[in-house]
């Protein structure tokens, strides 16, 4: 079935070091959503990319879509200690339902 | 700003014991869904209901699955006889009337613990 490949599946950083997280499918995608889920919580919307070669920023996150729409990524600068959590990467499964990819769970210490 | 909302937050049952799990999605929406994540794994799509009917489920979605939309704002998922395997968080998620490219949002989930 479909699936979205995610790394690195954990990333431990300083506070104030830069993180990056990979999204990649063998087929080519029509969107690509990414969630941010705190520890004991549920995931929480943060973008979703639809064109090719897309690229949005809210704040110090930076989302890509390839040109191919078969990859994304999400960049954090200069991470702070609220941005722990995991981060998923979910395309739409050829119908409603989300696909999600297994997540990077990031960690940083302070 | 509008949110999912879901009751319990835990439910703890006994092996074979029916639960059922509640939501009240945003009102407007249109489209509502529940995936379900094991403990540390990745969130996993089971059903999608749209007008009233199942839009599509998946094969974790058995028999033992049901769902409903009893009234116009709450939308529940029966589990018929549950399974130690069942222990999982459910999250509800709904959406709006763009259909496929419509963001999902997602409710605060329920603990379900069988024993």
């Known amino acids: 079935g479909q699936q979205v490949m995610q790394i690195p599946q954990y990333q431990h950083v300083q506070e104030g070091e830069d993180f990056t997280t990979y999204c990649n499918s063998s087929?080519?995608?029509?969107?690509i959503q990414w969630y941010k889920q705190r520890p004991g919580g549920h995931p929480v919307f943060l973008i979703q990319?639809?064109?090719?070669?897309e690229v949005k920023k809210q704040k110090r996150l930076t989302f890509q879509f390839g040109e191919a729409k078969k990859n994304s990524s999400l960049h954090i600068t200069a991470t702070q200690t609220t941005d722990v959590g995991t981060y998923f990467c979910?395309?739409?499964?050829?119908?409603?339902?989300?696909?999600f990819g297994k997540g990077t769970k990031l960690t940083v210490n302070p | 700003e509008p949110e999912v909302t879901q009751t319990p937050s835990h439910q703890v049952t006994q092996m074979g014991q029916e639960v059922i799990l509640r939501c009240v999605p945003i009102?407007?929406?249109?489209?509502f869904y529940w995936y379900r994540q094991i403990l540390g794994q990745k969130v996993e799509f089971l059903v999608s209901?749209?007008?009233?009917?199942?839009?599509?489920k998946s094969e974790i979605f058995d028999d033992q699955f049901s769902v409903e939309r009893p009234d116009g704002s709450n939308f529940t998922l029966k589990i018929r006889s549950t399974k130690l395997e069942d222990s999982a968080m459910y999250f509800c998620?709904?959406?709006?009337?763009?259909?496929?490219?419509?963001?999902?949002?997602f409710g605060p989930g329920t603990r379900l613990t069988v024993l």
């Open positions: 998620a709904s959406s709006g009337a763009g259909g496929r490219t419509d963001t999902q949002y």
């Open positions: 087929t080519t995608l029509s969107n």
């Open positions: 990319l639809v064109k090719s070669g």
């Open positions: 979910s395309e739409e499964g050829g119908s409603e339902k989300l696909v």
């Open positions: 009102s407007n929406h249109l489209y």
């Open positions: 209901f749209y007008n009233n009917e199942i839009s599509e």
